[in-house]
C-alpha cells in the first residue's frame, strides 16, 4: 500500500485547507484511515479516523472545525480543516494499517499564520 498526501500550505488563521490522500492497491475499502499530525519535537498526534464503514473519530482539539470523509470509489480519504488556527500548523500524515503493517504518507505541511 503507497500513500501520497497533498493539499497543505499556508494560511491565515480562519481559513480552511483541503488535504487529500490517495491510496494504491486494493484494500482501502476495507480499512480504517487515519490523519495524524506532527510539529518538531513532539510525538504524532491522532487527528481523525474514519473507519471502514464511515464512523468518524476526532481529537477534542480539531473537532467541530474539521471533518473527515472516504471516497472508496476513488480510494481517497480527504480532510477539511476550516477555522485553522495557528496551533494546527504541523506536518500532516494520513496513515492505515492492514494485516498487521502499518503505512504512511510523505506528509504535508500547513502553516497557519495569525
Known amino acids: 500500500v503507497q500513500l501520497q498526501a497533498s493539499g497543505g500550505g499556508l494560511v491565515q488563521a480562519g481559513g480552511s485547507l483541503r488535504l487529500s490522500c490517495v491510496a494504491s492497491g486494493s484494500i482501502f475499502s476495507s480499512v480504517a484511515m487515519n490523519w495524524y499530525r506532527q510539529t518538531p519535537g513532539k510525538q504524532r498526534e491522532l487527528v481523525a479516523t474514519i473507519t471502514r464503514n464511515g464512523v468518524t473519530i476526532y481529537a477534542d482539539s480539531v473537532r467541530g472545525r474539521f471533518t473527515i470523509s472516504r471516497d472508496n470509489a476513488k480510494n481517497t480519504v480527504i480532510l477539511q480543516m476550516n477555522s485553522l488556527q495557528p496551533e494546527d500548523t504541523a506536518v500532516y500524515y494520513c496513515?492505515?494499517?492492514?494485516?498487521?503493517?502499518?503505512?504512511w504518507g510523505q506528509g504535508t505541511q500547513v502553516t497557519v499564520s495569525s
Open positions: 496513515n492505515t494499517r492492514s494485516y498487521g503493517s502499518t503505512y
